[in-house]
């Protein structure tokens, strides 16, 4: 059996890298083709990059001499080996080395892009590990209580709350929250406090905490959702009759088996909202302007500056395939059913 | 954001910096400790608020986005020279005082020599400079930082006077490219001390030139080009401690930095460290500043609006303001390459219809600036005054003078066109709606185009094939002066001479007999006359109907408690960056 | 023992009812769910009619009237942003238009692309999915990667870099027509996968049921059993599920639209509306509420409508 779980996950692998290989590929000939789509040629890419005084022939030279003259398949391999080997752009008096893993280049700050994302991960990270764990904790028991009492009144009030969470979007609830936590009350952070400046774990979770509640109470409502549906249909099964008739006490039935059974979907949701969120939670980081992937994703589009975006969107890719390939294989060891797909 | 240097010439009052202010405050290490200055509105204005020399604690700068460079070699924000300060000396530099704006020696013993009737300069260097690291500065490293800006490929963003006036400059001439610096025949450096600029014609005010940025020495050894920017050497009382391009600089004391080598620029280094925050929302910068989070908004051009009104509701936040003006108009360009604007009947409509009080509100009303009836604001020398279009008497706009214009033009229904604006600038975005509302009173219908704030003019507004086949007909934009006069404000904008294919400055001004009276006015040496001569020059711009008048600025500054020594000088409308200080810890 | 009903009735017929009939007494039976859609049509009659109802109750959505706006501090002078029975969601900042009909303006784009992505979606996934569990194999595995790969993508990134590029002409529209098409494809064409997989699996069970192979063992070809057979059993979930699209793609135009994305100023977005109040929530914070509110009901009452159309389709669920 060890063996079967191996190829599984073996096979898995592959696939993801492979997966993650189309996606870049796919990315890149996208933002290959925007601007050629809104009529820009080599040249004006180019001259974006060169100095107010340059001419038509200093300005061609320089799309040469950046690849933008070739052909999609050439700069698209330039780039895939960047990713393996590391890459050289030869611009003007210098030569930049880009180390491997080189996930591009951005002209305009005249800075690889990794770095950049390195820099700003933790943030983000800060984001959506706070937040997860506040929704998945909430939601899931606001879930489970309601299920088990089902057509309460607390039912009833936590299911209305949960449905107008799921129907409210981030920036209006993170402005809502801020005029009336952070500068009406006082009692939380400003926008714009950087989570990684923080002088204590304290201090960061100060900075964090209105981010993490707005953002949780969205996820949580959904969640809440979920787990009690899901709940209310394990509840209903045969084997959860069985085990209360075997007379076990009514907690291990929820718990060991009703609630490890509603878990399973949710888990799977888990694993893939975080991977989304770690791409880049844009609509938060821009209400709180939280200096994260996401709102460098943002400023980049403004800037149009390609590279970075390229790199930003690539990086996301990576976690949510990532989190896509840990949920599986977290079921193949779970349920052996799936590994003889 | 692109701002250009902000200069304000207040008629009159120069304050004695230093020790003494007229309140007779002492230097005080707790904020608003008895016998400082009082708080109030508009006390750092025409002087200097708490003064102090006590040195300490780290001076804290957030800004909202970035600006070009930190090399000295290619940067043009006003903020930017304000800054740069700190960490390099140039051959002379505005002195860092409150009142009149003035310019003093500071790598230079004394102000240029002129000879050979202003086209040759010399400047001796003083005893005693040093680099960071401990080695001398000499005449070639300050020789070597103006030729090496002349490349514009490596350095695009720098102004270019230096290109426009040394004698002899190799076409396509490049440090990087040539590395034998003494091929450069326009600059002279015969001993270590002395360095000597030949200009192709003459130049009285060469003083100013001077004082760019560009004469920052830079050691040829440690020059990497277009990275140097992450490390500058310094020549001044800071130097770079930690870069993280877009998002943070710390500085910290440039150990062999010498104050007795700079007697005369006012520079105070109080603080002991410097940090620089980069890439914030602005409304956040304005939070921190007043949740005492941050010290200074390092852009310099004030608060953004909605902090406006509740500063001003606040009567205690109100007295730790300062309203300044400076020598930036907020305007927008007609393009005359986009018909039906190419009739100069038809630009006269468009000025005789706008609101100029919606304009103005759309910079925050009278604290945004006043209505300008003229390119050049009331405290640059040469401002004339004239009301061309009805500011004054019709300020709302006058639609029936407008419609005959209209007429006279061969569109009675009027016409339609695009506007253009920095996508990043909400107060530009106000403006193209307000201008859009306006005129469609007269029926001029304008399509609103945001563009991305960083190319703006390489790609966009400031490229003339692209405004002309994307229809720009008006471009909202804005300048200040580089330096207090006409030259040092008009020339950059109004001469149709320094037009480029792309990245201009120039919007599309080009009107042979303004480049005419700009020639006439470089030869001028009397300077009451040449002032003249630019007031004139303004007024034809404006008889043009080139241009969409906005508000000449003024800027709602907030300082936290903590700041002292804080003033505003008048050479860059900004508080001093340079002279200021902090007394938290 | 009593008769049956329908013999005390007489003779009227004693009808079966089928199971649309049935869905629908359920539905009508839950209150809420009811409420919802009667939300969402008043919703859609006042987006269709907003011209009609601004020329009554409100002012032309692009008019400034900036006299009830204090010059010094850009706010509106009356308090709560300016609300009055001539402006009855208040006024904005600065320039002082009217909030009531840039809501109601703002409806029509945001119910417009939100529909129609969501019939781009359903078309896309509905085709695909039935594809791919209809024919399995190959076509199913290669579909089922599609899938996946459409799902990898980061997608508020991928739809702002998209449609910040558009160009001005293309495709026979152009300005604001050409960026309402372009958004409508994006979100439409990048959320199929949400329902190629319900339509995918729920076709899966379909395929094994008794109809399905009573028809192929009566000779019928595939067409046959696609649309005649799966395709009216699929209908309740297409319908469910894009009820639930629905709300959903309103939150994603209004995300698009509050970072800036879409149609251009002055033109009002509810999204866009948000981004704007971002700069005055500390002296004008009503001005956050018009278009936030706006946002919060549509989207509740399609969600309520879509979660009672489900029960009743559903029961199971309840």
């Known amino acids: 059996m060890p063996t079967t779980v191996l190829t599984y996950i073996v096979r898995r692998l592959i696939g993801a890298v492979i997966l993650l290989f189309i996606v870049s590929a796919v990315v890149f000939s996208i933002f290959f083709l925007i601007p050629r789509a809104a009529g820009a040629s080599a040249d004006d890419l180019a001259s974006r990059y060169v100095g107010k005084s340059a001419g038509v022939e200093q300005i061609h030279q320089t799309a040469v001499k950046l690849g933008f003259t070739d052909p999609i398949y050439v700069q698209y391999g330039r780039f895939a080996k960047g990713i393996v080997v590391g890459q050289d752009y030869n611009y003007g008096p210098a030569v930049e080395h880009c180390p491997a893993p080189c996930l591009g280049y951005s002209f305009i700050t005249q800075n690889p892009v990794l770095p950049d994302l390195l820099d700003r991960l933790p943030v983000t990270l800060s984001l959506a590990a706070g937040a997860a764990v506040l929704w998945l904790v909430g939601g899931v028991s606001i879930g489970v209580i309601s299920a088990l009492k089902r057509g309460s009144a607390l039912d009833r009030a936590s299911m209305s709350v949960a449905l107008a969470g799921v129907s409210l979007p981030i920036f209006f609830t993170g402005l809502l929250t801020l005029s009336i936590f952070s500068y009406g009350l006082g009692w939380t952070a400003p926008g714009g406090a950087n989570p990684m400046d923080a002088t204590s774990p304290l201090d960061w979770a100060y900075r964090m905490i209105l981010p993490w509640i707005t953002l949780a109470f969205l996820f949580a409502a959904a969640y809440a959702r979920l787990t009690r549906a899901g709940m209310l249909e394990t509840m209903n099964e045969d084997y959860i009759r069985t085990a209360r008739a075997k007379g076990l006490r009514e907690r291990d039935v929820v718990v060991k088996h009703g609630l490890r059974a509603a878990l399973t979907p949710i888990l799977t949701i888990f694993g893939l909202d975080l991977g989304l969120l770690l791409g880049g939670a844009i609509l938060t980081e821009t209400t709180f302007s939280l200096p994260g992937l996401g709102q460098y994703a943002v400023q980049a589009i403004n800037n149009n500056d390609l590279p970075k975006v390229l790199g930003v969107t690539l990086l996301g890719a990576v976690f949510i395939i990532m989190a896509n390939l840990i949920v599986d294989l977290l079921y193949a060891v779970v349920d052996p059913r799936v590994r003889t797909k | ?585 | 023992m009593a008769p049956p009903e329908a013999v005390l009735k007489g003779p009227g017929k004693i009808e079966g009812r089928s199971l649309g009939q049935i869905a629908l007494m359920r539905l009508r039976r839950d209150k809420v769910a009811m409420t919802g859609g009667g939300v969402v049509i008043f919703l859609i009659l006042s987006a269709l009619f907003a011209p009609l109802i601004v020329g009554v109750l409100g002012h032309p959505p692009n008019e400034f009237h900036q006299e009830l706006i204090n010059a010094d501090t850009q706010v509106p002078f009356k308090p709560w942003g300016g609300v009055s029975p001539s402006f009855l969601f208040g006024i904005e900042p600065v320039n002082g238009r009217d909030l009531f009909s840039r809501v109601l303006y703002g409806a029509q784009i945001s119910l417009l692309i939100a529909t129609l992505a969501t019939m781009i979606s359903v078309g896309i996934g509905t085709v695909l999915g039935v594809t791919a569990g209809y024919f399995g194999g190959r076509v199913d595995s290669f579909i089922s990667r599609l899938m996946d790969i459409f799902l990898a993508f980061p997608l508020l990134v991928f739809a702002l870099a998209l449609a910040g590029v558009i160009p001005d002409h293309a495709f026979g529209l152009s300005g604001d027509s050409l960026k309402i098409g372009v958004i409508i494809f994006i979100i439409g064409f990048f959320n199929w996968p949400y329902i190629g997989r319900i339509i995918r699996g729920q076709t899966l069970s379909l395929r094994e049921r008794e109809f399905v192979d009573a028809a192929r063992s009566l000779g019928a070809r595939h067409p046959y059993i696609l649309f005649k057979e799966l395709l009216p059993n699929l209908l309740a979930p297409i319908l469910v599920y894009s009820t639930l699209l629905i709300p959903s793609n309103i939150l994603f135009e209004a995300a698009l639209s509050y970072l800036g994305v879409g149609v251009q100023p002055p033109r009002a977005t509810w999204g866009g509306m948000l981004s704007d109040a971002t700069q005055w929530y500390q002296v004008d914070p009503e001005f956050i509420l018009p278009a936030g509110l706006a946002i919060f009901v549509t989207v509740l009452a399609f969600n309520l409508f879509g979660d009672g159309l489900r029960d009743a389709l559903d029961p199971r669920s309840r």
């Open chain 2, 1 to 585: 954001m692109m701002q250009k240097r902000m200069m304000t010439v207040a008629a009159g009052a120069v304050l004695a910096l230093g020790l003494s202010a007229c309140s007779g405050g002492t230097t005080s290490t707790t904020p608003t400790a008895a016998g400082g200055t009082a708080d109030a509105a508009n006390a750092a204005v025409t002087k200097v608020l708490r003064p102090s020399t006590t040195k300490g604690g780290t001076l804290r700068f957030g800004m909202p986005g970035d600006w070009d460079s930190v090399d000295p070699g290619d940067t043009y924000y006003g903020l930017s020279w304000n800054f740069l300060r700190n960490y390099a000396r140039t051959l002379t530099v505005f002195k860092s005082t409150a009142g009149a704006p003035v310019v003093v020696p500071d790598l230079a013993e004394a102000l240029g020599v002129p000879s050979d009737n202003a086209t040759t300069w010399t400047y001796k260097l003083r005893d005693g400079l040093k680099f960071e690291d401990g080695s001398p500065i000499t005449s070639a490293d300050v020789k070597y930082g103006v030729a090496r800006q002349l490349d514009k490929d490596t350095f695009p963003n720098g102004p270019t006077y230096f290109n426009d006036f040394l004698k002899d400059v190799p076409k396509g001439y490049s440090v990087y490219k040539d590395k034998n610096l003494a091929d450069l025949k326009s600059i002279e450096t015969p001993d270590a001390k002395t360095i000597i600029f030949h200009l192709k014609s003459s130049f009285a005010g060469f003083d100013f030139f001077a004082q760019l940025p560009a004469t920052a020495p830079v050691p040829v050894a440690k020059d990497t080009g277009a990275k140097y920017k992450e490390h500058v050497v310094s020549s001044g009382p800071y130097m770079f401690d930690t870069v993280s391009l877009g998002k943070k600089y710390t500085l910290k004391r440039n150990p062999n930095y010498d104050p007795k080598t700079d007697p005369e620029s006012g520079r105070l280094a109080l603080p002991d460290n410097i940090s620089v925050e980069l890439g914030l929302n602005a409304p956040d910068v304005d939070n921190r500043l007043i949740a005492g989070d941050l010290d200074v908004d390092i852009n310099g051009s004030g608060v953004q609006a909605a902090t406006q009104g509740k500063i001003l509701a606040d009567a205690t936040l109100k007295t730790k303001t300062d309203n300044a003006n400076s020598a930036r108009t907020w305007f927008s360009v007609l393009n005359t390459d986009v018909p039906p604007l190419n009739n100069v009947d038809c630009r006269k409509a468009v000025l005789l219809a706008y609101d100029k009080t919606g304009y103005q509100r759309a910079y925050g009303g009278a604290i945004g600036g006043d209505i300008a009836t003229s390119l050049m604001p009331p405290m640059v020398p040469g401002y004339k005054s004239f009301d061309l279009y009805e500011a004054k008497t019709k300020p709302t706009g006058d639609v029936t003078a407008a419609k005959a214009e209209l007429a006279k033009c061969g569109q009675p229904n009027g016409f339609a066109t695009n506007i253009s604006y920095r996508a990043e600038r909400p107060k530009e975005k106000a403006t193209a709606e307000s201008l859009q509302q306006s005129l469609a009173k007269i029926g001029v219908t304008l399509t609103i185009k945001p563009y991305p704030t960083g190319d703006y003019f390489k790609l966009y507004a400031g490229k003339p094939d692209f405004a002309k086949t994307n229809k720009l007909g008006i471009m909202v934009y804005g300048w200040g002066a580089d330096w207090p006069d006409g030259f040092g404000f008009l020339s950059q904008i109004v001469d149709s001479r320094v037009i480029r294919p792309a990245g201009n400055t120039n919007l599309g001004i080009k009107i042979p007999a303004v480049d005419a009276q700009i020639d006439k006015a470089l030869a001028t040496t009397d300077i009451t006359a040449r002032n003249a001569i630019w007031g004139n020059i303004d007024q034809m711009v404006n008889e043009n109907a080139s241009v969409v008048l906005g508000v000449w600025t003024k800027g709602l500054f907030y300082r936290p408690d903590n700041l002292t020594n804080v003033f505003i000088n008048p050479a860059f409308g900004q508080y001093d960056y340079a002279a200021i200080g902090t007394s938290k810890k």
